[in-house]
């Protein structure tokens, strides 16, 4: 490495930007190298001079006198921006609500159909020829419709089991 | 907490602005006085006149308070004032041509407004200076302003690399080859004038 790489990295030394190790390069090469050693001392003082100067010779709290101004630059109130969290989660509720909107609309129909079963009279009926000469409908899908329709089945089939009764049995006629 | 030491001494300045946004007057003066020395050194390095740069630093802060609802706490605090810093010294040298356009003709309008820091140049104030000030304020007044603008910005202490970049809305590495062109500039206008 020669002066000129050295010296090149000189501003960043005295900014403590360098890395560990290139900072080790640097102070290795001054300590052997007197001119360098100078030109890094001369640009040291330089950037010392120039802190000087910039900083302010006197500077003032002025915050009385600038409180004093506070209120004519106040803004009315404004809605604080919300947050793209809060945003994002206040769009996925709407779309949430939507959803369930939509698919009740969309099951509507078959509520309306079940309602329908469920509080109206039985529909659809066949006779299915059961030996009974009850009419048997062929769809209950409710608990209360198929109690009734058991006990009309065995009301009938009590008045079937009357007219057995009315023959003689087998044991008897033997 | 020790006796004498007001709730927003220990804050960090974050904290200390959310509260801000809030209107907040006593946590606005703790930020007020932990950053008016730096605010007021860097206008006075950009335009070497120290009642100009106090003027400047009390419009940087009223800026702050008027937008304080837009704070949003991201990033670092010291970058979020030194943006506003930059802002307010980039209206102020607009204003500056404006006036100069108007007032003179416009060639000694542009060599003025190209170098602001040439107003230590008036005769009042280039006495109360030394004679090594009055060179080095010529110095920098030749360099464009984004170099001196990051020059003076490291110079003053506290903001690091990164803030400056912030500040200046560019990349760390761009901050970093302005400072350096800088340094070269002012090493050769002032060759000569710093002597063991």
């Known amino acids: 490495m020669d002066c000129r790489d050295i010296q090149a990295d000189f501003i960043r030394y005295l900014d403590d930007d360098l890395s560990e190790e290139e900072g080790l390069r640097v102070e290795l090469h001054i300590a052997e190298c007197y001119r360098c050693r100078e030109q890094l001392d001369e640009l040291g003082r330089l950037l010392e001079a120039c802190r000087d100067v910039i900083e302010h010779p006197c500077p003032v709290d002025r915050f009385d006198e600038l409180r004093q101004r506070l209120p004519s630059v106040d803004p009315p109130y404004t809605p604080v921006p919300r947050r793209p969290e809060l945003r994002r989660r206040e769009l996925i509720r709407k779309l949430a609500v939507a959803a369930v909107i939509v698919a009740a609309l969309a099951a509507s129909p078959l509520l309306v159909k079940g309602a329908r079963l469920l509080f109206s009279p039985v529909q659809n009926t066949a006779t299915l020829g059961n030996g009974t000469g009850v009419a048997v409908p062929f769809r209950v899908p409710f608990l209360e419709e198929k109690l009734r329709l058991q006990e009309e089945v065995a009301e009938w089939s009590i008045t079937g089991s009357s007219e057995r009764d009315e023959r003689p049995s087998r044991s008897a006629r033997d | ?196």
Not at chain 2, 168 to 196: D, W
Request: hydrophobic share 45%; charged share 25%; aromatic share 10%.
């Open chain 2, 1 to 196: 907490m020790p006796a004498g030491m007001s709730p927003c001494e220990g804050a960090v300045d974050t904290a200390l602005m959310l509260r801000v946004r809030w209107g907040d007057e006593y946590a606005f003066a703790e930020l007020y006085r932990r950053y008016y020395r730096q605010v007021m050194s860097f206008f006075h390095g950009m335009s070497g006149d120290a009642q100009l740069s106090e003027d400047l630093c009390q419009e940087t802060f009223l800026r702050i308070w008027k937008l304080r609802q837009r704070y949003t706490a991201s990033g670092s605090f010291p970058a979020y004032v030194f943006a506003f810093a930059r802002n307010v010294w980039l209206e102020q040298c607009r204003e500056t041509r404006k006036r100069l356009h108007v007032e003179l003709s416009p060639d000694v309008a542009e060599v003025i407004e190209l170098a602001p820091a040439s107003r230590a140049t008036h005769p009042d104030v280039a006495a109360e200076r030394s004679e090594l000030a009055q060179y080095i304020f010529e110095a920098l007044g030749e360099l464009p302003v984004e170099q001196r603008m990051a020059f003076v910005m490291r110079t003053i202490g506290g903001l690091s690399i990164s803030d400056i970049a912030s500040a200046m809305q560019c990349p760390p590495n761009t901050v970093r080859s302005r400072k350096v062109l800088a340094i070269n500039k002012l090493r050769e206008s002032l060759k000569g004038l710093l002597v063991l």
